[in-house]
């Protein structure tokens, strides 16, 4: 029987119970955090050994060069390699970088918008108005960089596949539009993952400005919670056949498979566009920090590696994942309160709970001493139009804290649930 | 008795002489390279150790974060506080980000560019124009960046004791005068130190624009070629204290003191500069490599051991610079067709030779296998209006190659200006 359905006195006895325990967990004075995908000191630990290396007397990359001295703004052969292998890509056409991709996500926006991209008619910065397309619920650090720029972000649903291409293709044809966020694998923060299908109507439609580009964040590509992991669809090359080759700017990195923030960031892309971005990042600077990359392609090997880091980080992530689904299924499965995704990788669990309450959820659970991302966090200006979405991401705590935690979340979507029915 | 004074036949014995001399260069088939500021292989052996640092179970900071994980956009205590140490300025005035500070500079004048920086009454490109003094010669890859943006640059010659500050004087009354470059101690390529009054002249003075900002570029800080460490001036102080706390966006690295393109950057300004970057940077990304800097803190230690090091430093490259000018004075002194600067510290010698002849010095090098930097590229637009200024790199050679290589530009002066001469 859902919640909507109590009679009244029933619904007012249950009200009661929900606030008793909603006492209950604020006398508990917990100090628990869900707020970001940070992975745990666990996760950490499987690369201590990285902290060593790439140790004295091995700084000589696979084309001889000294990794110690300036230069090779593209990075060493030795990281690429490895990770087009992991990607399936053309090592030629991928670059390899400082720690963020998020860095060469916004300069790649900063420079279209100060000089305009290899294919832009002028600088965006001189459009009378820059439209960008932003699936929700989506990554909140993707929208502050266009909002940063002043950009009108339209909103698209995300669907089980990906995000609704006929919507997409719709609002390409306005020459505006000028570009798009996507994270295509156990997206941010809704774990799907986009189609074979949806990646090839993204790279084959028309767009009406020819400088449109796809920020193509793959930062989940590998981080699978089961023994399974997913194809990474070579969109570079889907474009490049269907003769929009410029299309994608495709990115990945080892944040959240080695250090979170001491990693090796990747840009895949068309030569056209990596002469661009290489051309202003020599401007910009010398180099990336080489000595880190061969430190990874070090601690890694192989391809291979890689993959036997990542069934390590399942292992640790998987049953905190498992638990959360539990918790809520528990809690709120009978009351049809809330509804929320069941991720096969990723680092989130996106979680709908009654249209208007996420904001009066994410109040409750901080008074009980719990953090929860912000109330409409995953979508642009931070405003979720009814009021639904809140981001679980429960890599951080110890499986007993998110537990704890997890429970008292239910308890304030109930809370917050039984207020909105005026009982 | 010098060139210019020979009588016509001995002139032409003379140059019959350097061209023999120079056929025995090109019959030698060199391939040396003096082009760019690069430490040498036994400079970069100093800092090994780094190679295996912080190494495993050492990832937490002064602060008890854990360095490995994301966060902290401002860099970790540690290296804040020692490299504070090390230039005598306020921690809390100071940030330590990735490896390049040309990074942040470019970033610093990008952003001032799109958006206004925290005194602009406008974003820069909204300027009609925008203006930019650069003292000659100056580093060429500042120049680029300004060049990038399509800023006006406006020389001003390098003095004795720094650039000349009356020319500053009066074209900062120009509210399109936005900043300035400047390599304050053994700048590049000059090896003038700034004076503590002209230091002093700058910080105090009015200027029009209200977002008027000197890129402060202490690259060579502690950079010496003797035993004494040149007095760090702050800056950032005295402008604060002459009323302009937001005058200077002062950078320094580790670059050339442990690993060129591998190492921590620096940048100390006031508050409220400091603020305007970060509240961007943090939309950039979520901050710098941690795990870096704390390996640059564990292995300086402190301030004295950055001192330690720059006294290893001093004792690979001092020899390479006495060479180098012992070289030039004994071929060249008694001719007077160059001069050149005899720095006590950084990372080059400028050399000037008779008007007009520079380009063709660096052909006659090329042709010879001796890589030197291309003519004009200490000003602006690679235009040396003399066409006079060669920079020498003299750190990456070997002292025999140096030696064999700087014989041979020897070489090249003397024909050129025999060429010039009409002999």
């Known amino acids: 029987m859902t919640l909507l359905d109590f009679e009244s006195d029933r619904l007012a006895e249950f009200a009661a119970q929900v606030r008793a325990e909603y006492d209950d967990l604020k006398a508990k004075n917990l100090k628990l ?15 201590e050994h990285l902290l060593a290396l790439p140790g004295e007397d091995d700084h000589t990359d696979a084309d001889g060069a000294d990794v110690r001295n300036y230069g090779n703004l593209k990075g060493i052969r030795d990281i690429r390699e490895l ?13 390899a970088g400082d720690a963020s991709s998020l860095n060469i996500m916004f300069d790649l926006v900063s420079w279209s918008y100060a000089f305009g991209n290899n294919d832009s008619e002028r600088p965006w910065r001189e459009e009378e108005k820059v439209r960008w397309i932003c699936p929700v619920p989506g ?39 000028k570009g798009m966020w996507a994270v295509p694998v156990f997206g941010n923060p809704t774990g799907i993952t986009f189609s074979e299908e949806v990646c090839r109507e993204l790279a084959a439609m028309e767009t009406a400005a020819p400088d449109f580009r796809i920020v193509w964040d793959n930062a989940y590509a590998v981080h699978t919670l089961t023994d399974e992991f997913p194809p990474v669809h070579d969109v570079v090359g889907m474009a490049a056949e269907a003769g929009h080759p410029n299309r994608f700017w495709a990115m990945s990195s080892t944040s959240k498979i080695t250090l979170a923030g001491g990693g090796v960031s990747f840009f895949h892309s068309s030569r056209e566009n990596l002469d661009w971005y290489l051309s202003l990042a020599g401007v910009r600077g ?21 993959r036997a880091v990542m069934r390590k980080h399942a292992g640790s992530l998987a049953p905190k994942f498992t638990r959360v689904l539990e918790i ?23 979680l709908d709970v009654i249209d208007g309450t996420a904001s009066r959820v994410v109040e409750l659970a901080k008074e009980a001493g719990i953090a929860l991302t912000g109330a409409g966090s995953s979508f642009p200006l931070k405003d979720d ?16 804290e998110l537990e704890v935690a997890m ?16 009982a």
């Open 407 to 422: 429970d008292g979340v239910a308890t304030c979507v109930l809370l917050a649930a039984v207020e909105k029915l005026g």
């Open 286 to 306: 010398i180099g990336p920090n080489k000595v880190n990359q061969l430190a990874h392609a070090r601690y890694f090997g192989d391809a291979e590696g890689v």
């Open 385 to 400: 139009p009814n009021n639904r979405n809140i981001r679980l991401a429960p890599s951080l705590p110890p499986v007993e």
């Open 83 to 95: 990770w087009a292998d992991v990607l399936g890509v053309d090592p030629e056409l991928l670059i």
């Open 33 to 47: 955090d869900l707020t970001r995908g940070k992975p745990s000191s666990e996760q950490l630990d499987f690369a």
């Open 139 to 177: 990554y909140d650090r993707h929208f502050t960089i266009s909002e940063q720029f002043g950009f009108e972000m339209v909103t698209v649903p995300m669907l089980e596949d990906g995000p609704d291409v006929d919507a997409i293709k719709e609002l390409v044809k306005d020459p505006q539009v």
């Open 328 to 350: 809520l299924e528990r809690r709120l499965g009978e009351y049809e309160v809330a509804r929320w995704t069941s991720p096969q990788g990723g680092y989130f669990i996106s």
